[in-house]
T-cell receptor, first 114, second 113 residues
Framework: KAGVTQTPRYLIKTRGQQVTLSCSPI?????VSWYQQTPGQGLQFLFE???????NKGNFPGRFSGRQFSNSRSEMNVSTLELGDSALYLC?????????????FGPGTRLTVL | DAKTTQPPSMDCAEGRAANLPCNHS???????VYWYRQIHSQGPQYIIH???NNETNEMASLIITEDRKSSTLILPHATLRDTAVYYC??????????????FGGGTRVLVKP
C-alpha cells in the first residue's frame, strides 16, 4: 500500500505571495490532518478534514485554509505569506475506527518564505 | 487533551533497553496514551498506544501505571536507527475528538554505539 504523499517537497516563496500544498492520503483513508512544524513552536495542529468536511481546527489565523476532495486528497492554502510561515508542513491520514486511529504521516513540504 | 511532561533528552547505549518516561497526571478516563517518534527530517511515526493495560508490539512496550498518571515507553534493544525525538501524547477516542494530535516537546533520544 502506498504511503501518504505530499507535493511539492520543497517550496520557496516571497512575502505576500500565496501557496497551495497537496496531500494524497493512504488509499481508503478519509481523514486528513495538517500540521506545521517550526523550530520555535514545534509540531502544531492546523486542521483535520473528514469526508470533505473540516472536523477540527487549530489556533491559526484565517490565512491558513484547507479543503478535501471527494477522493480524500487534501490541499492547504496559505495566503499573504509571512516570514514566520517558513516551516515543515506535514500531512497525516488515518482510517475510520471508532476508538483510536494510528495516523500515518507524509514526508512533509518544506516551505521557505523570503 | 491532557498535558504531558517528558524529559527533553536522554542518551542510550546501543543494544541496551531505553526507558522513556512520560507524566500525564491530568489524564481522563477515556483518554489513550500514544507514542510517536520523529526521525530527523521525516514525518512522525506511530509506535504504540494504550488505555490502561500494558501493551507490546514489534517496536516497543508501553507500561502504564495503575493510576494512569504516568507511563513508560520501552525500546527493548535500542539501535542507532532509534535515534529520534519521541512524543508522548494523550488524546480522547476519535469519536470524541477526531484525529487531532497535540504534540509537546518530546524527548530527544540519542543512541550511542
Amino acid at each position: 500500500k502506498a504511503g501518504v504523499t505530499q507535493t511539492p517537497r520543497y517550496l520557496i516563496k516571497t512575502r505576500g505571495q500565496q501557496v497551495t500544498l497537496s496531500c494524497s492520503p493512504i488509499s481508503g483513508h478519509r481523514s486528513v490532518s495538517w500540521y506545521q512544524q517550526t523550530p520555535g513552536q514545534g509540531l502544531q495542529f492546523l486542521f483535520e478534514y473528514f469526508s470533505e468536511t473540516q472536523r477540527n481546527k487549530g489556533n491559526f489565523p484565517g490565512r491558513f485554509s484547507g479543503r478535501q476532495f471527494s477522493n480524500s486528497r487534501s490541499e492547504m492554502n496559505v495566503s499573504t505569506l509571512e516570514l514566520g510561515d517558513s516551516a515543515l508542513y506535514l500531512c497525516a491520514s488515518s482510517g475510520d475506527t471508532m476508538t483510536y486511529n494510528e495516523q500515518f504521516f507524509g514526508p512533509g513540504t518544506r516551505l521557505t518564505v523570503l | 487533551d491532557a498535558k504531558t511532561t517528558q524529559p527533553p533528552s536522554m542518551d542510550c547505549a546501543e543494544g541496551r533497553a531505553a526507558n522513556l518516561p512520560c507524566n500525564h497526571s491530568t489524564i481522563s478516563g477515556n483518554e489513550y496514551v500514544y507514542w510517536y517518534r520523529q526521525i530527523h527530517s521525516q514525518g512522525p511515526q506511530y509506535i504504540i498506544h494504550g488505555l490502561k493495560n500494558n501493551e507490546t508490539n514489534e517496536m516497543a512496550s508501553l507500561i502504564i501505571t495503575e493510576d494512569r498518571k504516568s507511563s513508560t515507553l520501552i525500546l527493548p534493544h535500542a539501535t542507532l536507527r532509534d535515534t529520534a525525538v519521541y512524543y508522548c501524547i494523550v488524546r480522547a477516542p476519535q469519536e470524541a475528538a477526531g484525529n487531532k494530535l497535540t504534540f509537546g516537546g518530546g524527548t530527544r533520544v540519542l543512541v550511542k554505539p
